[in-house]
């Protein structure tokens, strides 16, 4: 789409802005560079701290965490192989599920059985994978809806407009200058439901900074964005730092990982197996072996080949004539 | 044929006691399902709230009808809350299966042998609605031009009840533009994007549930004095169905829309009913075809094929944005 590549040129066009944005991943890296590679391990300033929490399906433990901290002012990102438990993970740390054991805080304030609402209140906004744009409401009712403490959300101050129309003035400038920033100003007006898959995500963004979050939860805020919409939302997503947010974001492209992250925390089964600056990290031996599989660096030889050639059609056979003994 | 008669009828029927009646229990849906996507199937057990409120508080207990408005009321909003709370957290289709039963429940319970002497069975209530009609400031009287009118009790009722109507609709009219009504349709369309954005959502859905179920009420007390007589089979599933059609062939989450809606589905409804039984009389329709017994039934298929057909061309109702149809919701 052309309007989404617009923008892109504009940021990457920018050397003034990336100048300052080098200056707080400094600091976050400063901040980081003391603290040792493995799980669980402690962070100078944490805004996040989770403590054994753990979330069952039946039988299966989706969820099995001892022990994580999140770094405030830093972008953190949370890896792992599909299945390792990190949409789960994001769920339970916002309310939107309950584990069913465990204690985590934020800011010091404990968010154990505390409701989804009340958390992104407490300042810990979160986006979905699959982006939720409320799509029969115009973008800007979109952005105007993040704002909190609205007079005019109480039923009876509803009535009278006069109550709330100064605030909501106050709300439409702020949410304007958003969405001037994240290029969808001009689809002001539009249905969020007209969006493009990019356009909705920059707007789900936005939406959430309309919250006045101290950290943005991020769930794969990449998940079918075309590429060239995707150097615009790291611009964005970099920028969330710069303005001393604290980012936690999920997702599967490794170059942005490494592109935007100052810290990584890599989940499998459920469980944190390890963490660190993203160099570090994805040359990581057990990180490999939970992507890839523990065998995947061995070459294949020919003979190699062969015998497993050979144990499959062993195994066919077998099968076969064990079908035709029980038929 | 006389026309004259027929749109006589049709045009009563358009500002008559059912379209007051249900143009009401439609503005309370609308709040449920257009606004905030409630399905609530139980709008029959709001309206009958309301009108057993007043009739066994008077034909019962002797009191006041004033009274009986209050308890009214008190058990609408119990009601919302009696269904509320179990469902609310629950995935929207709970709901739908609550109201509908809860609906039937509250039917059968009054027309039951064995509260009889409070609700009085399948027969009713009666002589409740003497205090309302004591103050009806219109002399005996037509109230009308030439045919076309009605005579002093009907007029006092139906000026109360579009009092009601325009007052309803101003009332969802200053709701639905305020940041509340922005927080409703929020929900309507994702409750966990509400949810994120730090807004008590389960809240929301109960104060939505209870001014739907309120606004709805209303048109109890205005079927229930227009009628000076309640029976529990009025408040069938039917009523509920009706008051459906009424809002989607107006067009949900539109102000106007289950006015005009009500309109139009009282008139269609006399409009048929009318010519045909005049067609059969006069001879146009053979009786082996249809006869007069059958037009009763025959009309509300007609009602049920121009839905079909609006879904079909007009999905939106009539005052309906295409655009918003043209989306998807997910």
Not at chain 1, 27 to 52: Q, R, S, Y
């Amino acid at each position: 789409m052309p309007a989404d590549q617009t923008p892109v040129d504009q940021r990457t066009g920018s050397t003034a802005e990336s100048g300052t944005r080098r200056g707080q991943r400094d600091a976050a890296a400063a901040a980081l560079a003391d603290v040792p590679t493995e799980p669980g391990a402690a962070k100078p300033d944490p805004i996040l701290v989770a403590d054994g929490v753990v979330r069952q399906f039946g039988g299966l433990t989706a969820v099995d965490v001892g022990h994580v901290e999140i770094q405030r002012g830093a972008i953190t990102a949370l890896i792992g192989p599909n299945g390792a438990g990190k949409t789960t993970f994001f769920n339970l740390l916002t309310g939107f599920d309950q584990p069913d054991h465990g204690t985590w805080s934020f800011d010091g304030k404990p968010l154990s059985g505390v409701a989804a609402h009340r958390v992104a209140r407490l300042g810990m906004v979160r986006t979905f994978q699959l982006t939720k744009a409320l799509s029969r409401l115009t973008v800007i009712e979109n952005m105007r809806l993040g704002a909190t403490g609205q007079r005019g959300e109480n039923v009876f101050r509803a009535l009278f407009g006069s109550i709330w129309r100064s605030q909501e003035n106050e709300i439409t400038e702020r949410a304007d200058d958003l969405l001037a920033r994240f290029q969808l100003d001009a689809k002001r007006e539009d249905f969020a439901g007209s969006l493009s898959g990019g356009q909705r995500k920059l707007l789900e963004m936005a939406r959430a900074l309309m919250v006045g979050p101290e950290m943005v939860m991020l769930d794969e805020p990449m998940a079918g964005v075309n590429p060239a919409l995707t150097q615009s939302l790291l611009g964005h997503v970099k920028d969330l730092r710069e303005d001393g947010m604290t980012v936690l974001f999920v997702e599967h492209d490794m170059d942005m990982v490494r592109d935007i992250s100052d810290w990584v925390i890599v989940m499998a089964q459920g469980k944190v197996i390890a963490e660190g600056p993203p160099d570090a990290v994805m040359g990581d031996q057990r990180v490999i072996d939970a992507y890839l599989g523990s065998h995947h660096d061995a070459a294949l030889t020919e003979e190699e080949e062969e015998a497993i050639i050979v144990e499959a059609e062993e195994a066919l056979a077998r099968e076969r004539a064990e079908k035709e003994e029980s038929s | 044929m006389n026309v004259e008669r027929i749109l006589i009828n049709a045009l009563e029927a358009g500002i008559g006691l059912e379209t007051v009646v249900f143009a009401l229990a439609a503005i309370g849906l609308n709040v449920h399902f257009g606004y905030t996507g409630l399905l609530n199937f139980g709008q029959s057990a709001f309206m009958a709230m309301a009108a057993y409120g007043i009739g066994t508080t008077v034909a019962t207990f002797d009191l006041p009808l004033w009274l009986g408005v209050i308890f009214g009321l008190l058990a609408a909003v119990l009601l919302a809350l009696l269904l509320g709370i179990p469902t609310l957290r629950l995935r929207a289709d709970y709901l739908a299966i609550v109201t509908i039963a809860a609906a039937e429940i509250v039917r059968l319970t009054v027309r039951s042998v064995t509260f009889e002497e409070t609700f009085g069975g399948s027969d009713g209530r009666q002589g409740f609605s003497n205090d309302f009609y004591s103050i009806n400031p219109y002399p005996e009287g037509f109230y009308g031009v030439g045919r076309f009118g009605f005579s002093e009790r009907p007029i006092w009722v139906l000026t109360v009840g579009w009092t009601l109507v325009a007052l309803s609709c101003l009332f969802v009219f200053l709701l639905m533009r305020s940041p509340w009504g922005r927080v409703l349709k929020a929900i309507r369309e994702d409750e966990d994007a509400v949810r994120s954005l730090g807004k008590n959502v389960y809240s929301y859905k109960m104060q939505s549930l209870v001014i739907g179920g309120v606004l709805g009420c209303l048109g109890g007390f205005i079927l229930a004095l227009g009628r000076s007589s309640i029976q529990p089979d009025i408040f069938g599933t039917e009523t509920t169905f009706f008051a459906y059609t009424v809002l989607i062939l107006g067009g949900a989450a539109r102000v106007a829309s289950p006015v005009v809606g009500a309109m139009i589905f009282w008139v269609v409804l006399s409009l048929t009913d009318n010519v045909l039984n005049e067609a059969i009389d006069a001879g146009y329709v053979s009786t082996s075809i249809i006869n007069n017994t059958q037009v009763g039934q025959f009309r509300f298929m007609l009602v049920g094929l121009s839905l079909m057909l609006l879904m079909i061309f007009r999905p939106q109702g009539i005052f309906g944005d295409r655009r918003e149809i043209a989306l998807d919701a997910r």
